[in-house]
């Protein structure tokens, strides 16, 4: 993607509730022109491995049975622990959030000569203080028959789980939000329903697409 005149760079901001699909929007979008595609989950994933700080205070905050045996932490342990339990995801988030922030901050001031499109993933871009970086919000949702089903269906979770995930997602309903993405369709839909939002915001952004 070139932008006309010169090579400046924007960021959407992509968000959603767990299921609807945020990260295939995130793919697609690298798929016809985004430069970069920032997946805070997968910010918070590394952040978890074996040997790093995020990783000991979890360990020293929740105990050992949350933690993998090569070290990492164990997500689906943790998960379970804080999903059902107000107090300790936000315990969790304290000391997740800052150093999620702060790696996703080093990612966007990378320096780049293309310009182009940065699209920054994450489910509660909405309440977060990266929120005011993004020249334009996306939301993706999806039917909660199908969302149900992708969960159950993709992610192995049970019923129980699934309404614990739902239960501690954010508020998508903001007048920050600039589209809406609709997935409760086929692969072919998304990728229409995609397009068409992504050349109405390269349009508005005065980008050409490729």
Do not use: Y
């Amino acid at each position: 993607m070139a932008a006309a005149g010169t090579q400046v760079t924007r960021i959407l901001g992509l968000t959603g509730a767990i299921g609807c699909g945020k990260s295939t929007v995130g793919d697609l979008l690298l798929e016809v022109g985004a430069r970069d595609h920032i997946d805070a989950d997968q910010v918070a994933h590394a952040l978890m491995s074996p040997g790093t700080q995020v990783t000991q205070h979890i360990a020293e905050t929740f105990g050992p049975d949350v933690m993998a045996a090569d070290g990492s932490v164990n997500r689906a342990a943790l998960g379970h622990i804080v999903f059902n339990d107000a107090e300790r995801l936000r315990l969790l988030e304290a000391i997740t959030h800052p150093a999620i922030r702060r790696a996703i901050r080093e990612r966007l001031e990378t320096p780049s000569d293309d310009g182009g499109v940065v699209v920054l993933d994450a489910v509660k871009l909405l309440q977060s203080e990266l929120l005011p970086l993004a020249d334009a919000v996306w939301v993706v949702r999806c039917d909660p028959e199908v969302q149900m089903s992708r969960l159950s269906a993709m992610r192995g979770m049970t019923d129980g789980e699934i309404r614990a995930r739902l239960g501690a997602q954010p508020s998508f309903n903001d007048e920050r939000v600039t589209a809406v993405i609709e997935n409760s369709g086929s692969h072919e839909d998304l990728r229409r329903e995609v397009l068409r939002a992504w050349h109405s915001l390269l349009a508005e952004w005065g980008f050409e697409a490729i």
